[in-house]
Nanobody, 115 residues
């Protein structure tokens, strides 16, 4: 059974930092492209960051320079380090695994940026 479990969300003040984790099981993690998305109620889910299985990375313009995606294939975990957080970063963050013609989603973790 495939599982993606996000953690690390919470409430943070503007300008603060959070690191999200997504632990995978049931997949050959190192062969999968991993992505972080975020969703605000009533809006389309937005692609935030991507890390390939050869560690190439790509970011949405809105987070470039503030967020860093990384992966630890030994731990089957992908991370999203978020710094200089803004209220507009408030969303539910989801991790996503793509590979072997399959696509999987985690359940999401809430990030709220507010003073």
């Amino acid at each position: 059974q495939v599982q993606l479990v996000e953690s690390g969300g919470g409430l943070v003040q503007p300008g603060g930092s959070l690191t999200l984790s997504c632990a995978a099981s049931g997949i050959t993690f190192s062969t999968y492209i991993m992505r972080w998305y975020r969703e605000v109620a009533g809006k389309q889910r937005e692609l935030v960051a991507t890390i390939g299985n050869v560690y190439s990375t790509k970011y949405a313009d809105s987070v470039k320079g503030r967020f860093t995606i990384s992966r630890d294939d030994a731990k089957k975990t992908v991370y999203l380090q978020m710094t200089s957080l803004k209220p507009e970063d408030t969303a539910v963050y989801f991790c996503n695994a793509v590979g072997s013609s399959m696509l999987y989603w985690g359940q999401g973790t809430q990030v709220t940026v507010s003073s």
